[in-house]
């Protein structure tokens, strides 16, 4: 299973909000940032210059599945069109200038952006190999968040890849078995249980891929001595498990114990009270 297309993602956003009202904010601003990309989700094309054919699509799986790298590895920055990640990117530093408490620190970026000096296909590029050097260089020149300036040029390229998880084929997704997302190459520290196989869930594509109930799916780490969970009281449903060896962790999902629903797209946000619990004092593990 795979996560809804954007607009079916907003509508979800207004169910939760009424089942999840302590996360109001963070779902109205997931919200509005979906609206801004709604009109790629929309096109043919997804944000590329042209629209990935299922031949196109069928070669990258081959690749993928023969050198255990994920399908990202094989794209060119140059499939997307950076007029318009450069201006999605602008459109969501608008919205958080206008928004968000801080926002008018975006003003320097925003300029930069709709007047071309930032290189959207530098940027492009930097997103796809996860190149931290480039955020960090151009974060502290605008007076950025790293973090934030990676947010909003992902941001633009997600309804691609988000089409690209919805199309591959099963079969590559259940023998998978690998602790990165097989198409976009993220790390996921979200699960979910189902029909007891464990599937990480991509926080960015959101594929779900199938691995291995007993390791860890930060370093690898499969001896029992230094791995565990914690059932978090008076949270049905709901489990971290932690490796001893990286001192990271994964939050997981029973789907068939949920008290309440938790969106396909929504469940790192909506399980920030097991990030707390599991980087607090009593336990201080780190986010993968």
């Given at each position: 299973?795979?996560?809804?297309?954007?607009?079916?993602?907003?509508?979800e956003?207004?169910?939760?909000?009424?089942?999840?009202?302590?996360?109001?904010d963070?779902?109205?601003?997931?919200?509005?940032?979906?609206?801004?990309?709604?009109?790629?989700?929309?096109?043919?094309?997804?944000?590329?210059?042209?629209?990935?054919s299922?031949?196109?699509?069928?070669?990258?799986?081959?690749?993928?599945?023969?050198?255990?790298?994920?399908?990202?590895?094989?794209?060119?920055?140059?499939?997307?069109?950076?007029?318009?990640?450069?201006?999605?990117?602008?459109?969501?530093?608008?919205?958080?200038?206008?928004?968000?408490?801080?926002?008018?620190?975006?003003?320097?970026?925003?300029?930069?952006?709709?007047s071309?000096?930032?290189?959207?296909?530098?940027?492009?590029?930097?997103?796809?190999?996860?190149?931290?050097?480039?955020?960090q260089?151009?974060?502290?020149?605008?007076?950025?968040?790293?973090?934030?300036?990676?947010?909003?040029?992902?941001?633009?390229?997600?309804?691609?890849?988000?089409?690209?998880?919805?199309?591959?084929?099963?079969?590559?997704?259940?023998?998978?078995?690998?602790?990165?997302?097989?198409?976009?190459?993220?790390n996921?520290?979200?699960?979910?249980?189902?029909?007891?196989?464990?599937?990480?869930?991509?926080?960015?594509?959101?594929?779900?891929?199938?691995?291995?109930?007993?390791?860890?799916?930060?370093?690898?780490?499969?001896?029992p001595?230094?791995?565990?969970?914690?059932?978090?009281?008076?949270?049905?449903?709901?489990?971290?498990?932690?490796?001893?060896?990286?001192?990271?962790?994964?939050?997981?999902?029973?789907?068939?114990r949920?008290?309440?629903?938790?969106?396909?797209?929504?469940?790192?946000?909506?399980?920030?009270?097991?990030?707390?619990?599991?980087?607090?004092?009593?336990?201080?593990?780190?986010?993968?």
């Amino acid at each position: 299973m795979s996560r809804l297309t954007v607009k079916e993602q907003i509508r979800e956003i207004d169910s939760a909000a009424e089942e999840f009202p302590e996360y109001l904010d963070l779902l109205n601003l997931r919200k509005a940032i979906l609206e801004i990309l709604l009109p790629v989700d929309d096109s043919s094309t997804k944000g590329a210059r042209d629209a990935l054919s299922d031949e196109a699509l069928r070669d990258l799986q081959a690749k993928a599945v023969a050198s255990k790298r994920p399908i990202s590895s094989f794209l060119e920055s140059s499939i997307f069109d950076e007029d318009e990640v450069s201006s999605i990117a602008g459109e969501i530093a608008e919205y958080l200038m206008r928004s968000r408490p801080g926002g008018e620190a975006l003003d320097a970026l925003l300029k930069a952006l709709r007047s071309r000096v930032v290189d959207a296909r530098e940027a492009i590029k930097a997103t796809l190999g996860e190149d931290a050097e480039w955020f960090q260089r151009y974060g502290e020149e605008y007076g950025v968040e790293p973090s934030l300036l990676l947010f909003m040029f992902e941001a633009p390229l997600r309804p691609f890849f988000e089409d690209l998880a919805r199309r591959v084929e099963g079969k590559l997704r259940e023998t998978w078995w690998e602790p990165f997302c097989p198409v976009c190459g993220r790390n996921s520290v979200v699960a979910r249980i189902r029909q007891g196989k464990r599937y990480m869930t991509c926080t960015f594509c959101g594929a779900e891929y199938l691995v291995d109930l007993f390791f860890c799916t930060n370093c690898g780490n499969n001896d029992p001595r230094t791995i565990g969970f914690i059932a978090p009281e008076g949270l049905t449903g709901y489990e971290i498990n932690y490796c001893e060896k990286c001192n990271r962790y994964t939050k997981v999902l029973y789907e068939d114990r949920l008290r309440r629903k938790i969106p396909r797209g929504l469940e790192d946000l909506l399980t920030r009270g097991l990030d707390e619990l599991a980087r607090g004092e009593e336990f201080g593990f780190k986010r993968a």
